[in-house]
């Protein structure tokens, strides 16, 4: 599967996938068949961070911004509507 990527994604593929499998199969699989923590989940919905994400949320754009081809004249979205 990595056999065309680049120098270091094959390395990094063959070298860390095994890690990642073996964690997978030892400790994410057989953690997953106990149920869940609900404390666990009621504390990571109260933390601090989401309303960190929440107020960034509300800096994106309303409008995707993506490039065809090289070069300022290739936007899909004129500029002239992203300062409206």
């Not at 993506?66 to 070069?71: C, K, W």
Request: charged share 20%; net charge positive; glycine share 6%.
């Amino acid at each position: 599967m990595v056999d065309n990527c680049s120098r270091p994604a094959r390395l990094g593929g063959r070298r860390w996938g095994p890690r990642f499998r073996a964690a997978y199969e030892q400790i994410a699989y057989p953690a997953a068949e106990h149920p869940a923590n609900d404390a666990l989940l009621a504390s990571f919905g109260t933390r601090p961070v989401h309303e960190a994400l929440a107020a960034a949320a509300k800096l994106r754009p309303s409008v995707d911004i993506s490039v065809a081809q090289a070069g300022p004249a290739a936007l899909s979205v004129p500029v002239a509507s992203l300062r409206a």
